[in-house]
C-alpha cells in the first residue's frame, strides 16, 4: 500500500503530463484560454496523459524496474530527468506539435468536417478577427454610450483573454453625427 506522499506523487504524475500537454495544445490550436470546470478539464487532462505515458512507458518501465529493485537511488539523474521530461518537456512538445498539425490546411478540412476546424476551434468572433491580422476600422461602444473608433493595424493590441476586454487602437479617428469615420484625428497617438 503507497504512502500518503507516494500517493500523491502517483496521482501528480498521471494528471501533470496531461494537463501540461492539454495546456499547450489548447494554446496553439484554440489561441485562447477557454475557461473549463474542473470536470471538463478532466477528460482531456487523462487523455493527454495517457498519450504522455504511452509516448515514455519504455524508460517508465525502466524507472519503475528501478523502483522494484530498491535502486532508485542510484539512478537520480535519470530520476529528475525523466521526471521532468514526463511533466514538463514532453508534454509541452507534444501539446505544441498537436497544436501545429491541427493548423495544417488538409488536417483542418478533416477536422472541418467534424466539427473541429480552424473557425469551430474559435472562443469567439473577436478572437477570430484578431487573427486575421489584417487591418480594420474598429468601433468601441462603451458602457456609458460613448463611441470610440479608430484604426486597428500593426501597432494595435487587443486582448483575448475572457474577462478582459483590452484593445488599443493605433490611431483614433473622428466620427459624424451618424458615427461615420472621417478622417485620422491630427496628432492622435493612438486610444
Not at 31 to 54: K, M, N
Request: charged letters at 20%; hydrophobic letters at 45%.
Amino acid at each position: 500500500m503507497p504512502t500518503t506522499l507516494e500517493a500523491l506523487v502517483i496521482v501528480a504524475l498521471v494528471l501533470a503530463p496531461g494537463y501540461v500537454f492539454s495546456l499547450f495544445a489548447g494554446e496553439v490550436i484554440a489561441f485562447a484560454r477557454r475557461e473549463q470546470t474542473d470536470t471538463s478539464a478532466l477528460l482531456p487532462t487523462i487523455t493527454c496523459g495517457t498519450i504522455v505515458h504511452a509516448v515514455l512507458s519504455p524508460w517508465t518501465l525502466r524507472v519503475l524496474d528501478y523502483y522494484r529493485s530498491d535502486t532508485l537511488s542510484a539512478h537520480d539523474g535519470e530520476l529528475v530527468l525523466w521526471g521532468t521530461s514526463l511533466v514538463l518537456v514532453i508534454p509541452a512538445l507534444l501539446g505544441v506539435a498537436t497544436g501545429q498539425v491541427s493548423n495544417i490546411d488538409m488536417v483542418d478540412q478533416l477536422l472541418d468536417k467534424i466539427g473541429l476546424g480552424y473557425i469551430d476551434r474559435m472562443p469567439s468572433a473577436w478572437d477570430y478577427v484578431l487573427r486575421k491580422e489584417e487591418p480594420a476600422f474598429v468601433r468601441v461602444y462603451m458602457t456609458n454610450g460613448q463611441l470610440i473608433a479608430g484604426a486597428f493595424s500593426s501597432q494595435s493590441f487587443a486582448s483575448t483573454t475572457p474577462g478582459r476586454a483590452d484593445i488599443c487602437l493605433e490611431e483614433a479617428w473622428e466620427k459624424d453625427a451618424d458615427g461615420k469615420l472621417i478622417r485620422p484625428i491630427a496628432g492622435s497617438s493612438g486610444v
